[in-house]
């Protein structure tokens, strides 16, 4: 990026330099050839008319007509021929040409009225006809004028000189000022990388500050964000380790303890042993539900996942899944209501969304009260369908609300124990609702109970 900000810097202002000197050089040439014809031009003007009066295509040996010409040829560097009615050559200031034959096309068209001037770059000579008029106003004859330019392409080469040495003075200031420029351009951008590259190393607690200018903020920013993130991700998969491990372990320490218990009672009762293996049985049921839980999230947590879209009835759905919870809700007698306002149909994966509704549902039962309710409703519209699952219970403390979602998050640790579960129910729906494209949301008042609303669209639109 250096290099190519110097080199941007460099030919921004040397085009431009070039074009200027150019330009000069060019529009010097153009004038001082306009101006020379036009003084050759005048001069000639005044020789023909001169050629005119002292008849001189028929007679030459005029002294002061050749001393005309000859002043014109050396002030100017050049050459002059006098050519007759008949394109003969009476007068030549070089004596290569004289009594040979003219026809070229400006000696032509000058014959027939038209002054005529060529400026020759190739060969550096500006060459000019002038008609010579006889007494009776008729072109008698024609003077040919060729003068050099060499005074003009040595003036030019003088400037292109002196232009090139400022050129070249610029290139050097323009190079040391890119130079400079790039260097505090690209210097925050080298902070930044460095930042980067020590994240490979490990997290640091230092915040980038880098506001040379906007972008960089911005970019400083945005990287203070993503570490920030990364940072929070890494805690959190350190705090799911250490709660897997945890939870995991509860289980495996409970048979421990009971296995141990009955190894040390040399002759306990049958009825004891029964009991002590229901417990075990009970745990041993309780690290395969974690377990179970735990391969479901590691599931809808692949970046990827496969999901297996289909068609599905959402009416008959919910109806199969309060079916399947209806004997624990029995038990605590709670009751549970379906109302459904239309019929709706959507591409869902069914066992995806079969396990979020039944974990909001079994939340629902679970944390209630005795003789408490269970309403779950369906309604849809032209895009989305909702879900909502309201009940009567215990309601979540409004500062537990933003955790609920998270692995292992118990409101009340203890109370949860006594009532079961893996603390990984709702960290499963909301990655199932997540996985197809909807949105769930809580609203809970403590000891008023909990709404969970849940938005999927009716037609699955797959990233």
Request: glycine share 6%; hydrophobic share 40%.
């Amino acid at each position: 990026m250096r290099v190519r900000i110097i080199v941007v810097f460099v030919l921004a202002g040397l085009v431009p330099c070039l074009g200027a000197l150019f330009g000069i050089v060019k529009f010097y040439e153009f004038r001082a050839v306009e101006l020379r014809t036009a003084e050759i031009q005048n001069q000639c003007t005044i020789l023909c008319n001169q050629l005119g009066n002292y008849n001189y295509l028929t007679d030459t040996s005029s002294e002061v007509i050749n001393a005309n010409l000859t002043q014109l040829t050396n002030i100017y560097n050049g050459r002059v021929m006098i050519i007759d009615r008949d394109l003969k050559v009476v007068k030549d200031t070089y004596s290569l040409d004289e009594g040979k034959t003219d026809v070229s096309e400006n000696v032509i068209r000058c014959m027939q009225g038209e002054t005529t001037n060529q400026y020759d770059r190739r060969n550096n000579y500006i060459e000019v006809t002038s008609p010579i008029m006889g007494v009776d106003n008729e072109i008698t004859g024609v003077m040919l004028a060729s003068v050099s330019t060499d005074n003009i392409e040595a003036t030019m080469q003088i400037l292109y000189t002196h232009g090139g040495v400022v050129v070249g003075i610029i290139l050097i200031l323009l190079t040391v000022f890119s130079v400079f420029f790039a260097d505090r351009m690209v210097r925050p951008i080298h902070r930044i990388t460095r930042a980067i590259e020590s994240v490979t190393e490990g997290y640091t607690d230092d915040v980038l500050h880098v506001d040379t200018f906007t972008e960089t903020k911005q970019l400083s920013e945005a990287f203070n964000k993503m570490l920030g993130r990364l940072k929070l991700l890494d805690e959190s998969r350190e705090e799911f380790v250490s709660n897997v491990s945890h939870e995991l372990k509860t289980p495996m320490t409970s048979m421990k303890v009971l296995a141990d218990s009955l190894l040390e009672m040399k002759e306990a009762p049958v009825e004891m042993y029964q009991e002590f293996m229901q417990d075990i049985a009970k745990e041993i049921d309780r690290e395969n539900q974690i377990i179970t839980d735990l391969l479901s999230l590691v599931k809808m947590d692949k970046t990827g996942q496969n999901i297996n879209i289909q068609t599905v009835n959402i009416n008959d759905l919910l109806e199969q899944t309060l079916k399947r919870l209806r004997p624990i809700a029995e038990k605590k007698n709670v009751e549970m209501v379906m109302e459904s306002f239309r019929p709706v149909t959507a591409e869902i994966d069914e066992m995806k969304f079969t396990l979020a509704i039944s974990n909001l549902v079994e939340n629902a039962i679970k944390y209630n009260h005795d003789n408490g309710w269970v309403h779950v409703s369906l309604n849809a519209d032209h895009k989305y369908f909702y879900i909502k699952v309201e009940d009567s219970g215990i309601g979540i403390p409004e500062a537990d609300q933003p955790h609920i979602f998270e692995r292992f998050y118990r409101v009340d640790k203890s109370h949860s124990r006594e009532i079961g579960g893996t603390g990984l129910g709702l960290a499963i729906a909301r990655n199932a609702v997540i996985a197809h494209r909807g949105a769930i949301k809580v609203y809970s008042n403590e000891g008023e109970g909990t709404t969970f609303t849940v938005r999927i669209p009716l037609i699955y639109v797959a990233v």
